[in-house]
């Protein structure tokens, strides 16, 4: 049973355009969730985060938007860079325990 | 460098080995966590400490794995009687306390390989 889905294996962005990675989950506990990074043979690399009582959250080029009607989450990325193609992960967790990673999305950003 | 470390970053192991990962936390942080990976997937919890008590292990953690948090800072992970589908990344990752809140920050990981 899967708790966080990521149902894009891969997305391909121009550079400069508008990314866009979704996260579904289906546990209505869940109170906190990350977005990861990760590049190949190295630890995910932590992004941005929201709490469940919010809706967005912001940091520099990364918006993170939480719908807990629809239980979905997506990572905006603007403008993208070709140093942002890794691999995104979706995180969520109750009380910071027991965190529970969605597939990931491979992100290729073209120059 | 005050990131979680773990080592060794590379283990290859023959089948029914037993091997033992170490890691070590941000040291503000009380929580400790461990995932294993593998190719395609998200990281999958394994076990988490809170200090030195162990409060979680997931089902897949069997009777061959044990971790320890001996003192509240580093921890170790033995697998015991390896097999190959023990191959994987095993990822340390750390958070809590004052400093890290509800997120957590992970290690380089240590990569199996069994033969």
């Known amino acids: 049973d899967q708790q966080v889905k990521q149902n894009s294996p891969s997305l391909s962005v121009q550079e400069g355009r508008i990314s866009i990675l979704n996260c579904d989950y289906t546990?209505?506990?869940?109170?906190?969730f990350l977005w990861y990074k990760k590049y190949p043979a190295e630890g995910p690399t932590f992004l941005i985060s929201?709490?469940?009582?919010?809706d967005k959250n912001e940091d520099g080029r990364f918006t993170v938007f939480l719908n807990k009607s629809a239980k979905h989450l997506s990572l905006h990325i603007v403008p993208s860079q070709p140093g942002d193609s890794a691999v995104y992960f979706c995180?969520?967790?109750?009380?910071?325990?027991?965190?529970?990673f969605g597939p990931g999305t491979r992100l290729s950003v073209l120059p | 460098d005050t990131g979680v470390s773990q080592d060794p970053r590379h283990k290859i192991t023959k089948r029914g080995q037993n091997v033992t990962f170490r890691c070590d936390p941000i040291?503000?942080?009380?929580?400790l966590y461990w995932y294993r990976q593998t190719l395609g997937q998200g990281p999958e919890f394994l076990t988490y400490?809170?200090?030195?008590?162990?409060?979680?292990k997931s089902r897949l953690l069997s009777d061959r794995f044990s971790a320890e948090r001996p003192k509240g800072s580093f921890s170790t992970l033995e697998i015991q009687r390896t097999e190959q589908g023990d191959s994987a990344m095993y990822l340390c990752?750390?958070?809590?306390?004052?400093?890290?809140?509800?997120?957590?920050?992970f290690g380089p990981g240590t990569r199996l390989t069994v033969l």
């Open positions: 995180a969520a967790t109750i009380y910071g325990q027991n965190f529970v």
């Open positions: 400490f809170q200090n030195e008590a162990q409060l979680e």
């Open positions: 546990n209505s506990m869940f109170d906190y």
């Open positions: 990752a750390s958070g809590g306390g004052l400093a890290g809140g509800r997120t957590q920050y």
């Open positions: 929201i709490s469940s009582i919010k």
């Open positions: 040291s503000e942080h009380n929580r």
